[in-house]
């Protein structure tokens, strides 16, 4: 059975790679959100069947709230060889392998669920192997919906104008400084524990987040307003040790590709029904939401595509996202 634990880093990274008595190989999944969350709910769920389909010659344990360090040093960390998985969107693959930076892109799809067709494509699994072959970095899935994100700021937000001198928080990637800079605020790189405390003290203005992300770390009460500015749909994925990954047997290989994929499934519908649930309770405490155009600000990232150099990548998907609009 798994358990979710608090510890230090180099004790994590010992207990991820050591070798035990009752379980052949640890394994440790890591994500920044905390234990409440879909998504740590989800793996939780994968790490009982996973030790179950083993019979415990894996044995898994799921590090919520950024235990094992923060996204990019967790990376570093599997770069390493650590036997760690961490949930991260592509923009921070980006700077392995840069046509993946694409999947973090500005009004890339018109509805999350055309991701299913992106990852199937021949584009995507190329650059899934050449990813693994230059950085040592497997991707092992992308089908974790974290939800679709938004604009959270103290001061209410209905045009892009609105947003000039404003200090928002973002994910520490170039194509998420790239978008919310095109939008018209001031993009600010932060660890996402750190929001709550740097929108208390006044270091930050705003911050853009999904719903089920905001309401965890209760981002509702240091802000106040939401503009639905649906700038990105933000499907996530497990990135592990290509190194300790070709290490395991392939009935072991495939039983954590299964599992985990399955999960994100999981984690992808218990996010879009909680997504509504939070937003009711958020409003309930006083949010309130803003009438914004989205199409707005999609006119003003167009040229994040060409500033990052993806313009090739997305007509390389533009088939397989044409063919599964809704």
Known sequence: MFHIKTIGIAAALLAATATGAIA???FALSTSQNATDPLAIAMEAAATRIEERTKGEIDVTVYPSSQLGSDNDVLEQIRNGAAVAVLVDAGRLAPFKKELGILSAPYLVDDWSQYAAITKSEPYKAWVEELAASSGLRL?????FQ???????KNPVTKPEDLKGVRVRTIDAAGWLAT????????????????????????LDGAEAQLTGAYGIKLHE?????????????????TTSEE???????????????????????????TVAKGKEVLAEMKAGGMVVNDVNPEDFKSLTAGVYAELGLEEARAALQPAIDAAKP
Do not use: C
């Open 24 to 26: 052949e190989i640890k």
């Open 244 to 270: 300790w990954f070709k290490s395991l047997s392939p009935e072991h290989q495939a039983i954590l590709v299964e599992e985990l994929e399955r999960a994100g499934d999981e984690a992808s519908a218990a």
């Open 180 to 203: 919310v800079n095109a939008m018209g605020a001031t993009a600010v790189p932060m660890a996402w524990s750190e929001v709550y405390s740097a929108l208390q003290l006044g270091a």
């Open 222 to 238: 240091v802000t106040g307003n939401l503009a639905f500015t649906n700038h990105v749909q933000l499907v996530t994925g497990l």
């Open 140 to 144: 092992l899935n992308y089908n974790w």
């Open 147 to 153: 939800g679709t994100r938004q604009m959270f700021s």
